[in-house]
């Protein structure tokens, strides 16, 4: 399994070099689906992109595969768990332009308990202390922000990509950024979603669209597809990509896409 998992990277490697490279054509079509980055280039007409938001951030892993797309972008990664937000300011300090936030992000500003897992990826507001023993038996006090109120503050009016990995509570990262969501401020959402009804630990496809579609939102691709079940049988989690194409427009006047039906 390593070695096939080792395999994998090596033949993906040359390919996602040839698509960080600007000389390298934006398709309208070719290589659709198949690389998210390279899709909202394609989608906008330009890899010009400025600011990136990775909400759930971890210890830095999307904020670093990004950059390699957009190396001048300012990207802002949030991580409200100390022993990871360590971590992720460790692996983004070499560059001036990838900002680590100590800062969950939700519907409103508050301070909330946060049991820790044993694996820091699966660290969620959506567990709640218990009566048994936490996974690792600590409990953490987090603060947890707006998206609407951190860039006010900072003086953003808008965000090219918002990425969210909140384990179950990505709806309400995006209901605290109503007002740039609303004033079409912000072109591309990519969400990890699950499929899967007893799925507790991400959230749901349907929620997500339930969300995003009366606002005018569009799917635009499914990435990452990850199986589970009796041997991966069944279509998990995965990340999606959606587009708003007025948002889009308006950042982007060299756009390849258009709001029909």
């Not at 950024?177 to 630990?201: G, H, M």
Request: charged share 25%.
């Amino acid at each position: 399994m390593r070695l096939k998992y080792l395999s994998g990277l090596a033949l993906a490697w040359p390919m996602e070099r040839l698509l960080r490279a600007r000389w390298f054509p934006l398709f309208r079509t070719f290589l659709s689906r198949r690389h998210w980055v390279y899709d909202v280039c394609r989608f906008a007409g330009t890899r010009d992109f400025r600011i990136v938001f990775d909400v759930g951030a971890n210890v830095g892993q999307t904020a670093l595969y990004v950059r390699g797309f957009f190396p001048h972008a300012d990207i802002h990664s949030f991580e409200p768990v100390s022993d990871t937000f360590r971590q992720l300011e460790d692996n983004l300090r070499s560059w001036p332009n990838l900002h680590a936030h100590r800062l969950a992000l939700g519907r409103a500003p508050e301070s909330r308990e946060i049991v820790l897992q044993d694996c820091s990826e699966l660290n969620s507001l959506a567990f709640t202390p218990g009566p048994g023993p936490a996974a690792t038996g600590r409990v953490e006090r987090i603060e947890i922000g707006t998206l609407d109120q951190f860039c006010e503050a900072r003086g953003l009016d808008g965000i090219d990509i918002l990425k969210t990995d909140a384990q179950a509570r990505d709806v309400d990262v995006l209901a605290g950024a109503e007002r740039l969501i609303s004033s079409a401020k912000i072109p591309f959402i990519y969400t990890e979603v699950t499929f899967q009804p007893d799925d507790t630990t991400n959230t749901t496809y349907a929620a997500i669209n339930e969300y995003l579609s009366p606002r005018g939102w569009r799917l635009a691709g499914i990435y990452e597809q990850n199986g589970c079940g009796p041997r991966s049988s069944w279509l998990g989690y995965s990340n999606a990509l959606f587009v708003h194409p007025e948002a889009l427009r308006r950042r982007f006047p060299t756009s390849q896409v258009d709001s029909g039906g």
